[in-house]
C-alpha cells in the first residue's frame, strides 16, 4: 500500500504540468463563480466588489513574502550557530 | 453541590507517571494507553458541578470544577492525550512518558482547577514536565534549551504566584473567577502577564520557536498541544472582553506567519504556527462576544487535533531522516506518501480549507471578529490565514516532499505503525468535525442566539478564493521563498541580554565577596582549623577512639549521600526540588 501510492504520487509530481494547467483552471473557475455569489453582508466594503478575495489572496501573499524574504530576512538573519559562539 | 463520582483525569496520569519506573519486561508500553481512555471515559460521563475540594490554609482548593468550559477543554485533551500516547507508544525511553504523564496531568488540573492556588499549582507541574520534554532529547542544543525554557516559565510563574498572592491579600479569596476589565487593579494584571506568557504573546513568545523544535519527536507533540492551550482557556475563564488581548492576538496572529515565512526548521515554522493560531484564540477572547468566545473555544478545540497532527508528520521527517530542516530535504514523497497524506489533512485544516476542521473554526472567530465591527482585526486575522497557507499549508509540504531540486537521498529509518496510528486518529478527527460541524459546535461553552454556520456557498467560495490565490502568490515566489540555514533573530535576542545583564550585576558583587572571604579564610581560618585538626588529633590519641570512628562513619556516609544529590546539575536540583516540594505540600495538607 505504500509502495503503492509512493509511486503513484511520483508519477503525479513528474505530471506538474498537467497540475498547472488544473490549477488556473480552478483558478479561473472559483472568480466566475465570484460573479455570481456575493457575500450576503460586506464586513469591509470592498468585498462586495467581484475579485476581491483573489487579489487579496494574491497580494497580500506577494507582499508577504517579497518583503519577509527580500527586506527584513538580511537584515535579522545570522549564522546557525551565532548564540553558541 | 459536591459530589465524589468524577474520576479526575490527572489522578491516572500521575498513578503512571510514579509507577512506570517499576515495571520490567515487554507490554508495558500499551499501559499507556489507559490513563487516555479512563480520561476520555470521565470527560464523556461527568456531570457539571463542584468535585473535590482540599481543605488548605484558610480555603479549600478545588480541584474539580466541572462546568461547560471546562468540559469542552478537557475533552480535547484527553482526546489528544489518547493520540498523543499511540504516537509514543514505541518510545523505550520511560523517562519520557513519565515526563508527558507529569505534564498531561498538569493540564487537567489548571482546567479543572477552582481557585487560583490549583491553578498554580498545576501550572508548575506542567512547566516540570515540559522542561523535562526538552531535556530528554539529549542533545547539547536541547539541554541548553530546556534551561532557557525552564528559567522563562518560571519567571512566568513568579508572576501568576504575586498576582495571586496580591489578591488574596486585598481581596481575601483565591477564588478563579472573571475579572471585568474596568477596575482591574495591579493584580489582576500580574496574573495576566504570567498567562501571557504560557499563551506566547508576542512580544513573550520567543520561548516557543526556541524550546518546541529542540523537543524529543514524541514529547513536542505533547507540548504543542498543552501549554499555550491552558493559557487559552485560563484566559478564556478570567479575562475575556480585554481590549488589549483582543489587539495582542492580531499582533500575534500576524507576527507568527511572517516569521514562519522565512523559516527553515520544519518544527520551528510549526512552532510559528503556534504563536500565530493561538493569536485567534486571545483575539477573539479579548473581543468578547459570545461569536468569538465560541469561535476561540472552537478554535482551540480543532488547533489541537490538526496541531498535533502537524507535529506529528513534522516528527516522522526528523525520525526518518533524523533532520528537519528544509533545505536538506525534498522530494520524500515517493517514500513517505503516508507521512505526506496525513500532513496535508493537518495542514489543509489549518488553512481553514472546507471539508476540513480549521474551516469551522477559524471562519467562525473572523467573521465573530467582523460582525462585532472590529474590521481592523478581522482584517488582520485575514492576513494571517493568507500566511499560514502559504508556509505550512504549500512552504514547507513543498519543500519537504515535492520540489524539483535534488531529492533527499539519504537512508530513512522505517516508521513505527503506532506512530501511523496516532497520526490517523488525528486525521479522522479533523475531517469529521469539518464536514460535522455539530460534533464540535455541541459543546462550545456561550449560548449563541443563531449558532455559525460555516458550510454556506459564500463562505466556502470565499475560503477557496483566499487560499487558491494565495497558492498562486507561492507559485510566482517559489524560488524566492526558497528557506535558507540561517537563524532569524527574534525577541530571545533580548531575554539573553537580560539574562548577561542580570548575571553580571548579581555576579561580580559575590564575586567580589567570595575574592575577599577567600583571602580571609586564607589569612585566619586556614590557620585556625590547623589548630583545631591539631587539637583533635590530640583528644583521639588519647582518648575516645570508638566514639570519633562512629561519627566518622556516619558522617561520611552523609556525605556521600550528599555528594551524590550535588551531581551539579540543574535538572537533578529542578527533580528534587519538586519531589521536596511535593513532601512540602502533603506536610502542610496533613498537619493542617
Known amino acids: 500500500m505504500n509502495e503503492w501510492l509512493g509511486e503513484l504520487l511520483d508519477k503525479w509530481r513528474q505530471q506538474w504540468r498537467a497540475w498547472r494547467v488544473i490549477m488556473f483552471a480552478v483558478l479561473a473557475c472559483l472568480v466566475g463563480l465570484n460573479f455570481v455569489f456575493h457575500p450576503h453582508e460586506p464586513h469591509f466594503g470592498y468585498d462586495k466588489y467581484t475579485g476581491f478575495w483573489a487579489i487579496f489572496g494574491l497580494g497580500v501573499g506577494l507582499v508577504m513574502v517579497i518583503v519577509m524574504k527580500k527586506i527584513i530576512q538580511p537584515m535579522i538573519a545570522r549564522d546557525e550557530d551565532f548564540y553558541d559562539r | ?592
Open chain 2, 1 to 592: 453541590m459536591i459530589g465524589n463520582s468524577f474520576l479526575h483525569p490527572s489522578i491516572a496520569f500521575l498513578a503512571l507517571a510514579l509507577a512506570l519506573p517499576f515495571f520490567r519486561g515487554k507490554g508495558w508500553n500499551w499501559l499507556l494507553l489507559v490513563p487516555p481512555i479512563l480520561a476520555i471515559w470521565s470527560i464523556f460521563t461527568v456531570e457539571p458541578g463542584m468535585y473535590g475540594v482540599l481543605p488548605y490554609l484558610d480555603e479549600g482548593l478545588i480541584l474539580g470544577r466541572v462546568d461547560k468550559l471546562s468540559i469542552v477543554f478537557a475533552q480535547v485533551f484527553a482526546i489528544m492525550s489518547l493520540i498523543g500516547m499511540f504516537y509514543a507508544m514505541h518510545v523505550k525511553d520511560k523517562a519520557q512518558h513519565v515526563s508527558a504523564c507529569l505534564y498531561v496531568a498538569g493540564g487537567f488540573g489548571c482546567v479543572f482547577a477552582g481557585d487560583l492556588l490549583t491553578v498554580f499549582l498545576f501550572w508548575e507541574l506542567m512547566s516540570i514536565g515540559s522542561t523535562f520534554l526538552v531535556f530528554l532529547n539529549r542533545t547539547e542544543e536541547s539541554i541548553h534549551a530546556g534551561f532557557r525554557y525552564f528559567m522563562y516559565h518560571t519567571v512566568g510563574g513568579l508572576f501568576l504566584l504575586a498576582g495571586l498572592l496580591l489578591r488574596y491579600k486585598a481581596l481575601g479569596t483565591f477564588a478563579f473567577v472573571h475579572t471585568a476589565p474596568m477596575g482591574a487593579q495591579y493584580y489582576d494584571w500580574l496574573i495576566l502577564i504570567g498567562f501571557c506568557v504560557n499563551a506566547a504573546v508576542v512580544p513573550l513568545h520567543a520561548w516557543l520557536p526556541d524550546a518546541y523544535p529542540r523537543g524529543t519527536v514524541t514529547g513536542s507533540v505533547f507540548m504543542c498541544a498543552y501549554t499555550t492551550k491552558t493559557a487559552v482557556y485560563v484566559l478564556c475563564r478570567g479575562f475575556a472582553g480585554w481590549e488589549v488581548l483582543a489587539v495582542a492576538g492580531t499582533v500575534m496572529a500576524v507576527y507568527g506567519v511572517l516569521y514562519a515565512c522565512i523559516e527553515n526548521n520544519a518544527r520551528r515554522i510549526l512552532s510559528y504556527h503556534i504563536v500565530s493560531q493561538v493569536g485567534y484564540m486571545v483575539a477573539g477572547i479579548g473581543i468578547g462576544t459570545a461569536m468569538t468566545i465560541n469561535g476561540a473555544v472552537a478554535h482551540a478545540y480543532a488547533h489541537i487535533l490538526y496541531k498535533g497532527l502537524l507535529f506529528m508528520g513534522a516528527g516522522c521527517l526528523l525520525y526518518a531522516a533524523g533532520t528537519q530542516k528544509l533545505d536538506e530535504l525534498g522530494g520524500l514523497v515517493k517514500r513517505l506518501p503516508w507521512v505526506m497524506v496525513l500532513y496535508m489533512i493537518a495542514a489543509l485544516s489549518i488553512s481553514g480549507m472546507p471539508v476540513f476542521n480549521g474551516f469551522i473554526s477559524k471562519t467562525m472567530t473572523i467573521a465573530g471578529a467582523a460582525e462585532a465591527h472590529r474590521t481592523w482585526l478581522a482584517a488582520g486575522l485575514e492576513i494571517a490565514a493568507v500566511g499560514t497557507f502559504v508556509s505550512v499549508g504549500i512552504k514547507l509540504p513543498y519543500f519537504a516532499f515535492w520540489g524539483r531540486r535534488p531529492t533527499y537521498q539519504g537512508e530513512l529509518r522505517p516508521i513505527p505503525w503506532n506512530m501511523y496510528v496516532g497520526m490517523a486518529i488525528a486525521g479522522a478527527l479533523c475531517i469529521a468535525q469539518g464536514v460535522y460541524p455539530r460534533i464540535l459546535y455541541a459543546y462550545l461553552p456561550v449560548a449563541q442566539e443563531h449558532m455559525y454556520t460555516p458550510w454556506t456557498v459564500w463562505h466556502v467560495l470565499q475560503a477557496g478564493l483566499i487560499l487558491g490565490f494565495s497558492g498562486l502568490a507561492f507559485y510566482f515566489l517559489r524560488y524566492v521563498i526558497t528557506p535558507h540555514k540561517k537563524l532569524n533573530l527574534d525577541f530571545d535576542y533580548y531575554y539573553r541580554l537580560i539574562g548577561r545583564w542580570v548575571l553580571a550585576v548579581l555576579c561580580r558583587p559575590v564575586a567580589w565577596i567570595d575574592d575577599r572571604w577567600t583571602e580571609a579564610y586564607r589569612a585566619g581560618g586556614l590557620r585556625g582549623l590547623m589548630a583545631v585538626a591539631a587539637g583533635t588529633v590530640w583528644f583521639d590519641k588519647h582518648g575516645i577512639d570508638t566514639v570519633v570512628d562512629g561519627t566518622a562513619y556516619s558522617v561520611k556516609d552523609i556525605g556521600k549521600v550528599g555528594a551524590k544529590v550535588q551531581s551539579g546539575r540543574l535538572q537533578d536540583y529542578i527533580a528534587l526540588a519538586a519531589v521536596l516540594a511535593l513532601c512540602v505540600f502533603a506536610l502542610v495538607w496533613y498537619l493542617g
